[in-house]
């Protein structure tokens, strides 16, 4: 590969890692259970930075979300980084667009929701209601 950077398909129906030496970036393009691919939509409006000096679009908050939110097995839960997401974004996040993200599988964004409520109790406001 250039710059004598080495890729592996690590898990090929959702994660690529790239490694530069010992240092490595995810290349993530699906979420763990298939259900949330990365399309068009997790392009639009992201904050730009350059990685191992290649300019990239980082992911928006929204779509952080929804790629984690997926991530619950037994040695593996990334809850608590939904909820921080949640603590620190909850006014500026999309909720209608992340609803529609969900789709079918909205309960999965319920869950976490409730969950938000029990970890950051004085802060319950913070999600809208409807």
């Given at each position: 590969?250039a710059?004598g950077?080495r890729?592996e398909?690590t898990?090929?129906?959702w994660l690529?890692k790239?490694?530069?030496?010992?240092?490595?970036?995810d290349?993530?393009?699906?979420?763990?259970n298939?259900l949330?691919p990365?399309?068009d939509?997790?392009f639009?409006?992201?904050?730009e930075a350059?990685?191992l000096g290649?300019p990239?679009?980082?992911?928006n908050p929204?779509?952080?979300l929804?790629?984690?939110a997926?991530i619950?097995?037994?040695?593996?839960?990334?809850?608590?980084d939904i909820a921080?997401?949640?603590?620190?974004?909850a006014e500026?996040?999309?909720?209608k667009?992340?609803?529609?993200?969900f789709?079918?599988?909205?309960?999965?964004?319920l869950a976490?929701?409730?969950l938000?409520g029990?970890?950051?109790?004085?802060?319950r406001h913070?999600?809208p209601?409807?």
């Amino acid at each position: 590969m250039a710059a004598g950077w080495r890729a592996e398909l690590t898990y090929p129906h959702w994660l690529a890692k790239v490694y530069a030496g010992e240092d490595f970036i995810d290349l993530i393009f699906n979420s763990g259970n298939g259900l949330t691919p990365v399309d068009d939509r997790w392009f639009v409006g992201n904050a730009e930075a350059v990685v191992l000096g290649v300019p990239v679009k980082v992911v928006n908050p929204e779509d952080g979300l929804l790629s984690k939110a997926f991530i619950m097995e037994r040695e593996r839960f990334d809850g608590a980084d939904i909820a921080h997401l949640l603590q620190a974004n909850a006014e500026q996040l999309d909720w209608k667009g992340l609803v529609e993200r969900f789709g079918a599988h909205w309960r999965v964004l319920l869950a976490h929701l409730t969950l938000f409520g029990f970890v950051y109790p004085g802060e319950r406001h913070r999600i809208p209601a409807g």
